[in-house]
């Protein structure tokens, strides 16, 4: 018999991720959730009883792990490669963004009130990175094709990975592309996108757990605003009528109002957190 328990090990591991001053945000947002993903996966359990005793082998590998977390400031979810959005489990790595979007909220209740769901056929999500958008929206849309955009092809592997642990291959189409370049002729009820939004002074004073993201899925230019540009410019002409943009550009919110203060954008609330999620209609970006 291991000499702590389950519960034990996540209480240490807990102590040492609060004293490192480890900083949360990719997928949880304390010590303690932090604490027990890192523990179950060393341990190789989902889930465990907790007062249930570890062997002195587990308790090594779990400590190990945690000792990598706070020495290498490498986010944990990319030690542990898994990771939920909108109640679906993904595999991630440092080749994508850590999916945290607070589009999940939105897409769970099928961008409602904002679109009739049953006449949802197409949907374009731009810079997938791990496809979480993707195939949550396919989930949401179950009548629905996707299509699923990146411009780096080490991203399009982790998606398509993703995509086949679903079974979502003839409904989710991945496709390398720069924005809109490889959609010509298509044309959706649904675009949306988390796309790189992170301005230069910002990424400069990031904490070392985002340096470990890739950087082309953060940068955006000197005010954050080099991808919604193309976005806000080229959507209209790639949306059916009545259809939806629905955009995140987290911290670069004001400088999107400042930039477009003509443009009648809707900004989300979540009950769950997050922000600077905007809404515009085709019809609205045409004018």
Known sequence: MGRRSVGELIERAARRLRRARVVFGHGTDNADDEAASLVMHALGRPRANMSARVSLAAEARADALVSQRIAQRIPAVYLTHQTWFAGIPLYVDQRVLVPRSALAEIIERGFSPWIDAARVRRVLDIGTGSACIAIACAFAFPRARVDATDISKEALEVARINVRRHRLQLRVRLLESD????????????????????????????????????????AAGGAGLDSVRVILREAAQYLRPRGLLVVEVGNTEIAVRRAYPRLPLVWLDFERGGGGVFLLTREQLQQ
């Open 179 to 218: 924005h809109f370049n490889a959609l010509d002729g298509e044309r959706y009820d649904i675009i949306v996108s988390n796309p790189p939004y992170v301005g230069a002074r910002e990424l400069r004073s990031l904490p070392p757990e985002y340096r470990h993201e890739p950087r082309v899925a953060l």
